[in-house]
């Protein structure tokens, strides 16, 4: 994947980023990479079922743009949504718990990786059917504009789910109505095992070009590019011009699911984009030559896996629920 060019803002030394936003930005990323291999590493216990898609090389695109996001911002995405679920800030262990089936997780265990909620969070969910996050977010959108709250609503979708019918029309409707949605686009090269280029006619940020939506493609790798492009998004948006699009071109390390052995592209592919584009690495490097000791870089990640294991005990220690939990949840009766 070719790296789109960086703005020369971000090769100014007095754009540099504080060491405390670095580590932070380090933070978040580890915690997701090892939140996801810990799913994995459940799923093949049998401790997760169903479909999970992990986020694993993803990273940097939710967190960069949740680095810029306001409290009363909403999210929504897909089903590849765990990371999206840790950027809003919520609990490890109800997420795990969640993924396997426990009364403690999220959505009470029934939801499972692809639907669970928090309220709280302004998380609105993952969605198992291929852009409907599209479609809920740009109805999201309309809420913040006719509750004048000043928030924007946040709308992932993927690749293969740019290509959907429905993302043209919610592309329409935020557009006549001036939303406040971004649409972001997580470009990580494949819809399912087809590659964009077999796909995709044309750059998927310029599909709003004929509805007035500006668009920018970013690179997806690296977390300061995310962060700066949102930042700009965001002002667009929050001024009242309406819906924005951003491209991250990005890349999943992992098969599409689980169940995906992705046979699709070469092992030195996939290597490549490891040990040259990795964006945890990237922010790691970059702490090392500020001087940052390397303890202090190995107690976080050592404070990370501690939280990832306790998570992991936390959802096996979970009840399942119980035979009439099968009844609740499914109609919601007036007074």
Request: glycine letters at 12%.
């Amino acid at each position: 994947m070719a790296a789109p060019k960086k703005s020369k803002k971000n090769d100014k030394s007095n754009d540099l980023p504080s060491i405390d936003e670095l580590k932070k930005f380090y933070y978040d990323m580890l915690l997701i990479r090892r939140f996801e291999e810990k799913s994995g590493q459940l799923y093949g216990m049998g401790l997760i079922g169903g479909f999970c898609h992990l986020y694993i090389g993803q990273e940097a695109v939710v967190t960069g743009i949740t680095a810029v996001q306001n409290p009363q911002d909403s999210v929504v995405t897909s089903y590849r949504d765990h990371a999206h679920m840790l950027a809003c800030g919520m609990d490890p262990k109800g997420i795990m718990a969640e993924l396997t089936g426990r009364s403690d997780g999220y959505s009470r265990g029934k939801g499972g990786s692809m639907h669970m909620f928090s309220r709280d969070k302004n998380f609105f969910g993952g969605h198992g059917i291929v852009g409907a996050g599209t479609a809920i977010g740009t109805g999201l959108g309309f809420a913040h504009k006719y509750k004048e709250d000043g928030g924007v609503s946040m709308a992932y979708m993927g690749d293969g789910a740019s290509n959907q019918g429905q993302v043209a029309e919610c592309y329409n409707m935020a557009a006549l109505w001036k939303l406040p949605v971004l649409f972001v686009i997580e470009n990580n090269q494949y819809g399912m095992g087809t590659s964009v280029s077999r796909s995709s006619a044309g750059q998927l940020y310029r599909r709003g070009e004929g509805y007035g939506i500006p668009g920018e493609q970013v690179d997806g790798m690296d977390v300061l590019a995310v962060k700066d492009a949102a930042s700009k998004a965001l002002d667009y948006i929050r001024s009242g011009n309406g819906p924005y699009i951003l491209e991250m071109m990005t890349y999943r390390y992992r098969g599409h699911s689980m169940s995906d052995p992705a046979k699709y592209r070469t092992k030195e592919e996939v290597a490549s984009m490891k040990n040259d584009r990795d964006p945890i690495t990237h922010v790691k490097n970059m702490l090392q030559e500020r001087g940052v000791d390397e303890k202090v870089i190995k107690d976080m990640d050592k404070e990370i896996k501690n939280i990832v294991n306790e998570a992991a005990i936390f959802a096996q220690e979970s009840p399942e629920l119980a035979e009439h939990e099968l009844w609740t949840d499914i109609l919601v009766e007036s007074a």
